[in-house]
């Protein structure tokens, strides 16, 4: 019999839980938009995050210094909003096996660099404010 392999989203929830766990607090409520505007929102609270231009997060420069914030912005997009990994990646102006790939990043990086999980929280807490307006 093959193990159970869980989808990208069942993982960041997992990850959620156990962070919430970790300082103490319960996991946050689920927030799933639809439109195409809330992606841009996501991108631009990223952006303004992480210290980078919208341009900079759509250009096609691979420097960390832009691949980790646009990794972060597809993650939260995967997270939060129903799009398909096509259409997200259409967003970033990107092939769409890049999204998955983004979050599988963000998530093992998460699961093994506390700092990074510490700031892509920070970042999230302002993508949740964001998308509650």
Same mark, same amino acid.
Request: charged share 30%.
């Given at each position: 019999?093959?193990?159970?392999?869980?989808?990208?989203?069942?993982?960041?929830?997992?990850?959620?839980?156990?962070?919430?766990?970790?300082?103490?607090?319960?996991?946050?409520?689920?927030?799933?938009?639809?439109?195409?505007?809330?992606?841009?929102?996501?991108?631009?609270?990223?952006?303004?995050?992480?210290?980078?231009?919208?341009? !900079? $997060?759509?250009?096609?420069? #691979?420097a960390? =210094?832009?691949?980790?914030? %646009?990794? /972060? !912005? $597809?993650?939260?997009?995967? #997270?939060?909003? =129903?799009?398909?990994?096509? %259409?997200? /990646?259409?967003?970033?102006k990107?092939?769409?096996?890049i999204?998955?790939?983004?979050?599988?990043?963000?998530?093992?990086?998460?699961?093994?660099?506390?700092?990074?999980?510490?700031?892509?929280?920070?970042?999230?807490?302002?993508?949740?404010?964001?998308?509650?307006?």
């Open positions: 019999m093959k193990p159970h392999r869980i989808g990208p989203l069942e993982r960041i929830r997992r990850l959620e839980i156990k962070v919430a766990a970790l300082m103490g607090e319960k996991p946050p409520e689920l927030i799933v938009k639809t439109s195409t505007k809330d992606i841009l929102l996501i991108k631009r609270t990223v952006c303004d995050f992480f210290g980078v231009t919208m341009d !900079a $997060m759509n250009g096609f420069c #691979r960390a =210094l832009l691949t980790w914030p %646009r990794h /972060a !912005a $597809m993650y939260f997009c995967a #997270r939060y909003t =129903l799009h398909s990994h096509n %259409r997200i /990646a259409q967003q970033f990107r092939d769409h096996q999204t998955p790939y983004a979050v599988n990043k963000i998530l093992n990086r998460c699961e093994t660099e506390p700092d990074f999980r510490k700031q892509i929280a920070e970042c999230e807490a302002l993508v949740r404010k964001a998308m509650k307006k």
